[in-house]
T-cell receptor, first 117, second 111 residues
Framework: GAVVSQHPSWVICKSGTSVKIECRSL??????MFWYRQFPKQSLMLMAT?????????EQGVEKDKFLINHASLTLSTLTVTSAHPEDSSFYIC?????????????FGPGTRLLVL | DAKTTQPPSMDCAEGRAANLPCNHS???????VYWYRQIHSQGPQYIIH???NNETNEMASLIITEDRKSSTLILPHATLRDTAVYYC????????????FGGGTRLMVKP
């Protein structure tokens, strides 16, 4: 299957700082990437849809000014958590659409664990 | 996307087949059944998907009933590394939309 990477795999930061998470599709181009968030013992919740060359679409309740998404190329999307607070501590996961197959399939990155102190 | 129902948890003995059921009684004709799994502290991993025919790959087999209202994911020889949460997702392929994750089934493979 296709490979999606995320960097960093984990990050610890102080409250009030900003953190950038990168999501890369390594062996395919992805016009659309998705950002999910997962709290302990819960399922994945979609935060936003990232489209290459256009503004991201955010789910209801997700602050677009706090979670900045940039999808500047067909293989890279970034999520910046601005002015992070302890309640933003979570597991952030991206996925990318692989259109090479007859039926589109989404592949996920390994996730980034964020801890805000 | 159609709603799916899965048992919250299942146990399986190592080396035996793991059969994970999924109900999707409201599935529409153009919706595919996708299976993903999430091993602890990792991103979800694609396993298999199908429309109406049974499918098999190197990881698993997918059996879809003739009326398409339910399906079963089969791991033929479960290993301890197959312990994970398994998600059954029904969606229209090529629609460009996100995957909606339910609660999934927590499969525990025991020695």
């Amino acid at each position: 299957g296709a490979v999606v990477s995320q960097h960093p795999s984990w990050v610890i930061c102080k409250s009030g700082t900003s953190v950038k998470i990168e999501c890369r599709s390594l062996d395919f181009q992805a016009t659309t990437m998705f950002w999910y968030r997962q709290f302990p013992k819960q399922s994945l919740m979609l935060m936003a849809t990232s489209n290459e060359g256009s503004k991201a679409t955010y789910e209801q309740g997700v602050e677009k000014d706090k979670f900045l998404i940039n999808h500047a190329s067909l293989t890279l999307s970034t999520l910046t958590v601005t002015s992070a607070h302890p309640e933003d501590s979570s597991f952030y996961i991206c996925s990318a659409r692989d259109l090479r197959l007859a039926q589109e399939t989404q592949y996920f990155g390994p996730g980034t664990r964020l801890l805000v102190l | 996307d159609a709603k799916t129902t899965q048992p919250p948890s299942m146990d399986c003995a190592e080396g035996r087949a793991a059969n994970l059921p999924c109900n999707h009684s409201t599935i529409s004709g153009n919706e595919y059944v996708y299976w993903y799994r999430q091993i602890h502290s990792q991103g979800p991993q694609y396993i298999i998907h199908g429309l109406k025919n049974n499918e098999t790959n190197e990881m698993a087999s997918l059996i879809i009933t003739e009326d398409r209202k339910s399906s079963t994911l089969i791991l033929p020889h479960a290993t301890l590394r197959d312990t994970a949460v398994y998600y059954c997702i029904v969606r229209v392929a090529n629609a460009g939309n996100m995957l909606t994750f339910g609660g999934g089934t927590r499969l525990m493979v025991k020695p």
